[in-house]
């Protein structure tokens, strides 16, 4: 040890036999007080909780309900098209089952998420009443609704000696996805407050196997006004794996949704126009063993006027899947809702999708409705195809002519263009001819691409054997895999310039990575349309050739 590490030692075992003398001195005796004991409220027994719970009125802000002795009980509703369950605590919604879509599974799809608000509450935040907290008597504990009995309701209720009551009457019906609300209020001698606001806190729950493309495809929608509002971002902190969504909008609303891929829920005023709307969610992810898991929700409100102490607004709610002809027939501007792609495409995706629902009417396999159909827009386009086919044989009989051009006026290109463009003007003749019977499926290609990705008629659509499900992509890749194979030996077949040779090779390939992950529907389409081009040009060559005079 040197001489410096003595010296440090011994200074620090001064400071700390001098540090109490040197406190005292600056506190003037005090010393540093001792902690106080802190004081434990006591715990109150088991006894003494329940006792605490015994409150005569249940305080809800301004107005104290009364206790009910009704116990709370589970209402059942069914029509052809769903399976509903209701509870007496509060009139809400707390099943809804589709019966015409399964998951993947094959059980029927549960469309309220599980560890919920229910939907369809009421509250009326100026006077902190919350209706989920009312226990409500009901007059039926079943309805079933069939073609000899269409129509029926479901009547909640609930009143106290003050003269405060409620009624919720739900009114449902056959062969239809929405049903209607007829809200009623009446207070004697209580102001309920400026608005009060009627909600579908749970949001959705998710349905398809791929749920990172399901989720992507969850928001909060709006009409305001004449313009339809979509909410989906949600703020997350850095750091964080939780998002929040919390947007509120005042003015005019005509109608507010939730929705995922194929499902959502919709609450429409049908008395008057809501004030405003406020779109809540979360947006979770964890990973378990190094696997994502995401989970969203998102609630919707609607901000309604309460228009006195005494009042009645009606609204319409719709709980079924995202299928345009459905939501059109309510002329509410509902369809909006339905990705049909960019406003050129709307057209195109909106003239695939009546075809094929049409044709569906006739074919009820989706598969060979898709043939049927690309055989149509084979038999559209043949006129263009055949102007391809002979502007191609053209190009190729007009080669050995362009080639000894090149050669001849190799030193000046400029002369050498001029003698090519009037040689191709002369033999009538256009080397971007081939492309002529492309230009115009573009757009419908794209509109077909919408169609089944977006649309849920083609959801669960089985064809044959692995294809049972054409939104979805081919997992065995055996149809993209044909749709190459296909796509080669058409290339080879209409390309004959060894410069583009290349592209025999090399097209197929690309398309079969861009068509593996699209939907098997997609792919059977431009297969079965590779298929009918090799016909149709073998066709169409045949005729070109010269007939061989007989001797």
């Not at 429409?268 to 063993?289: D, H, Q, W």
């Not at 006195?308 to 369809?335: A, D, S």
Request: charged share 20%; net charge positive.
């Amino acid at each position: 040890m040197d001489k410096r590490t003595v010296i440090a030692l011994l200074l620090i075992g001064l400071i700390i036999v001098l540090y109490p003398y040197y406190v005292q001195l600056i506190t003037g005796g005090k010393g540093v007080a001792p902690p106080k004991k802190v004081e434990q409220a006591p715990i109150d027994t088991l006894e003494q909780q329940e006792k605490k719970e015994e409150v005569p009125l249940k305080p809800a802000g301004e107005i104290l309900l009364a206790p009910s002795s009704v116990p709370e009980k589970k209402v059942f509703v069914e029509n052809s098209f769903y399976k509903g369950s209701f509870s007496t605590k509060g009139g809400v919604l707390t099943s809804f089952i589709f019966k015409k879509y399964k998951y993947s599974q094959g059980e029927l799809i549960e469309i309220i998420p599980e560890d919920t608000i229910y939907p369809l509450n009421i509250s009326f935040p100026d006077i902190n009443l919350d209706l989920s907290q009312i226990d409500f008597t009901v007059d039926k504990e079943t309805l079933f609704l069939s073609k000899s009995h269409p129509v029926d309701s479901l009547t909640f209720s609930f009143s106290d000696e003050r003269g405060f009551s409620i009624v919720k009457r739900f009114i449902f019906f056959e062969n239809k996805y929405d049903f209607q609300l007829q809200f009623e209020v009446s207070s004697k001698d209580k102001n309920l407050g400026r608005s009060y606001l009627f909600s579908w806190g749970s949001g959705v729950s998710p349905t398809e196997t791929n749920l990172s493309e399901d989720l992507g495809y969850f928001e909060a929608s709006s009409m305001m006004g004449t313009e339809v509002v979509k909410i989906k971002n949600f703020q997350q902190p850095k750091g964080s794996n939780i998002g929040k969504m919390e947007e509120f909008r005042s003015g005019e609303t005509k109608w507010v949704a939730t929705r995922s891929k194929y499902f959502f829920a919709s609450l429409v005023p049908l008395s008057n126009p809501a004030i405003g709307f406020k779109a809540e969610g979360t947006r979770e992810v964890k990973y378990l063993n190094d696997k994502k898991l995401e989970e969203k929700k998102i609630g919707i409100t609607l901000e309604m006027p309460t228009g006195g102490m005494t009042f009645q607004n009606n609204f319409m709610v719709y709980v079924g899947p995202v299928e345009y002809h459905i939501l059109k027939g309510y002329k509410i501007g509902l369809e909006n809702l339905v990705d049909l792609g960019w406003k050129i495409i709307k057209p195109f995706s909106l003239a695939v999708l009546w075809i094929f629902v049409n044709l569906h009417k006739v074919i009820p396999n989706y598969g060979l409705v898709i043939i049927v159909f690309t055989i149509l827009i084979k038999i559209l386009f043949h006129p263009l195809t055949h102007k391809s086919v002979t502007l191609a044989q053209k190009m190729q009989e007009l080669q050995p002519k362009i080639t000894a051009l090149k050669e001849k006026y190799k030193k000046d290109p400029q002369r050498m263009n001029q003698e090519i463009m009037k040689l191709y003007k002369e033999q009538g003749a256009n080397p971007l001819g081939g492309c002529l019977p492309l230009l115009p499926q573009m757009p419908l290609f794209y509109g077909l691409f919408v169609v089944f990705r977006s649309t849920i008629e083609l959801r669960g659509a089985s064809f044959i054997f692995w294809l049972n499900d054409l939104s979805q992509m081919d997992k065995y890749y055996i149809l993209p895999v044909i749709m190459a194979v296909t796509m080669f030996w058409q290339q080879k077949m209409t390309i004959k310039d060894p410069k583009q040779m290349a592209m025999v090779y090399l097209m197929p390939v690309l398309f079969f990575f861009l068509f593996k992950s699209f939907p098997a529907g997609l792919t059977l389409y431009w297969t079965f349309y590779n298929i009918l081009s090799l016909i149709e040009q073998y066709y169409i060559k045949s005729k070109m050739k010269p007939k061989v005079a007989v001797a």
